[in-house]
């Protein structure tokens, strides 16, 4: 038996109990699997953590806009002055860091909806406002943690729609297309990740790492989530 967690089995044959052929304690394989797995998990927290402290360095030392990626910028250089908020511009760079200018550039669409259309940002602000509002004190049966989930998903909808009909969608292909011109890719050379083998996007990873949100909170996303799935 393992002496750190209790799991049955045998030591290397010819040595002591509980002890390896080198005279160390002996542990089965799972024994090291949780530990790594914990391990894993407090880098990417480490990581994430450091990507925030990037971003208040940025905002003492100047301009958030001037570090974000020329396409980026590109796509919101003519919005109106003020429009953007501090919070949109560190989200795009943390979100430049991890996925690329590729990834920030699509987010932009988001954000250029947001800041040219006031009844859009007026209901993100409220919808926000009603997930912050989720917290431990909220059981995840609470039926506001369903109806915040609705109203998520609503939004989600009109801001999608508004981004098709506005033409902001039409930039955001025009600069993919002009990317993939500029940078043509093999797609032997990117392969897709296959569930099958063990593969994870990196939208899966980051859902998947550790948030402070609360167990309310976690169930309205992953509620929202389900009503987006069946549209």
Known sequence: MCGRCGTRGSPRSGSRSGEDARGGSWHP??????????AVFAMADAEL??????????????????????????????LPEGSLRQADLDTLLVTERIFGPLGAAVQASRFIALATHPELRAESDRVD??????????????PHVAETAAQRHAFEKTLMTMIEESGIAEDEAALLDALDTAHPEDPEDTPEPDAKDGGMSAFEAVTKLPHDFSPARVRCAVLAQELATRD
């Open 129 to 142: 406002t009603a997930e912050e509002a989720l917290d431990d004190t909220v059981a995840v049966d609470d």
């Open 29 to 38: 394989a799972s024994c090291r699997v949780v530990p790594m797995s914990l």
């Open 49 to 78: 953590a450091r990507q925030r402290a990037h971003v208040r360095r940025t905002r003492a030392e100047g301009s958030r806009m001037g570090l974000l990626s020329e396409a980026v910028t590109g796509r919101l250089k003519n």
